[in-house]
C-alpha cells in the first residue's frame, strides 16, 4: 500500500499565476481533505471532499477550488497565487466514518515569488 | 468555536526520562481527539486517537495520551524518552456528529538530549 500519495513535492510559481496540486488517497479511503501549513504553524483546514462534492469548507477564499474524481483521488487548484500562498499543503485521506483518523501525504511545497 | 492550545512551543527532555506534551481544546459537544507527529519535510503521522471509552489511550511507539474531559485536556506521554522521538508534535480535535475539519494545534516541538 503506497498510502498517500502527493504531486509534485516542490513547486514555484509566479505572483499571480494558478497552480495545481494533486493527491491519491490511501487504497480504500473515500474521503480527502485538504490542509495549508505555514512555516511554524499547525495546518488549517482548506477543505473536504467525499463523493466528488465538497462536503466542507474552511475559511479560504474562492481563488481556492477542488475536485474528487470517481477514483477518489483529488486536485487543489489555487488561482491568482499571492506570495501569502507559499506553504506546504497536505492532502488527508479517511474514511468518512468521524471516528476514523486521517492518513497525510508529504505534502507539496509552494513557494510563491 | 473550536480551538486547540499547545501551551509550550517547545520541550527539552533528557534521555530515558518521561515526557509530557500538553494539549487543551474547547469544543461544544464531545471531542474526538487525534496526535500526530511530524519530521523535517515530511508530512504528518498519526500516533493515536481518543473517540470513546477508556481515557487513557495507548499509540504508536511506545505514545500514550490521557483524556481529561474536566480540564478538556489530552496531553501525551512517554515513560522514557529516545533521541529518535525528536519531532514536532500537533494536537488536534474534531466535534463529533458535527464538524469534519481538524482543528490543529500551533504544535510543540520535542527535543530529547542524549
Known amino acids: 500500500d503506497a498510502g498517500v500519495t502527493q504531486s509534485p513535492t516542490h513547486l514555484i510559481k509566479t505572483r499571480g499565476q494558478q497552480v495545481t496540486l494533486r493527491c491519491s488517497p490511501k487504497s480504500g479511503h473515500d474521503t480527502v481533505s485538504w490542509y495549508q501549513q505555514a512555516l511554524g504553524q499547525g495546518p488549517q483546514f482548506i477543505f473536504q471532499y467525499y463523493e466528488e462534492e465538497e462536503r466542507q469548507r474552511g475559511n479560504f477564499p474562492d481563488r481556492f477550488s477542488g475536485h474528487q474524481f470517481p477514483n477518489y483521488s483529488s486536485e487543489l487548484n489555487v488561482n491568482a497565487l499571492l506570495l501569502g500562498d507559499s506553504a506546504l499543503y497536505l492532502c488527508?485521506?479517511?474514511?468518512?466514518?468521524?471516528?476514523?483518523?486521517?492518513?497525510f501525504g508529504q505534502g507539496t511545497r509552494l513557494t510563491v515569488v | 468555536a473550536q480551538s486547540v492550545a499547545q501551551p509550550e512551543d517547545q520541550v527539552n527532555v533528557a534521555e530515558g526520562n518521561p515526557l509530557t506534551v500538553k494539549c487543551t481544546y474547547s469544543?461544544?459537544?464531545?471531542?474526538?481527539l487525534f496526535w500526530y507527529v511530524q519530521y523535517p519535510n515530511r508530512g504528518l503521522q498519526f500516533l493515536l486517537k481518543y473517540i470513546t471509552g477508556d481515557n487513557l489511550v495507548k499509540g504508536s511507539y511506545g505514545f500514550e495520551a490521557e483524556f481529561n474531559k474536566s480540564q478538556t485536556s489530552f496531553h501525551l506521554k512517554k515513560p522514557s524518552a529516545l533521541v529518535s522521538d525528536s519531532a514536532l508534535y500537533f494536537c488536534?480535535?474534531?466535534?463529533?456528529?458535527?464538524?469534519?475539519?481538524?482543528?490543529w494545534g500551533a504544535g510543540t516541538k520535542l527535543i530529547i538530549k542524549p
Open positions: 488527508a485521506s479517511s474514511w468518512t466514518t468521524g471516528d476514523t483518523e486521517a492518513f
Open positions: 488536534a480535535v474534531r466535534e463529533v456528529d458535527s464538524n469534519y475539519q481538524l482543528i
Open positions: 469544543v461544544s459537544g464531545n471531542p474526538y
